[in-house]
């Protein structure tokens, strides 16, 4: 089963996850990254910060970015 990495990308600063999660395919990542950022969101809301211009950066094991997710798409999920 393929390792994913939700790396979250602030501005030049990578937050990266350095466990991955095992999932099925990218779709499912793809989910789970939506997910990630509507509770990272959330949380800041609570605490009065603006992240909408965070992204969480899906990665293999190889390193490479497969998906981007921007957090204002958490938001307004484009069809």
């Known amino acids: 089963m393929p390792r994913f ?11 990266e996850d350095e466990e991955g999660t095992e999932l099925l395919s990218l779709e499912e990542a793809r989910a789970e990254a939506l997910l990630d950022a ?15 211009g965070r992204s969480v950066e899906i990665s293999n094991d190889a390193g490479e ?9 958490a938001i307004n999920p484009k069809a």
């Open 5 to 15: 990495y939700f790396n979250v990308r602030a501005g030049s600063t990578i937050i």
């Open 38 to 52: 509507r509770s990272l969101m959330s949380a800041a809301i609570l605490e009065g910060d603006d992240i909408s």
């Open 65 to 73: 970015v497969l998906f981007i997710l921007p957090f204002t798409d």
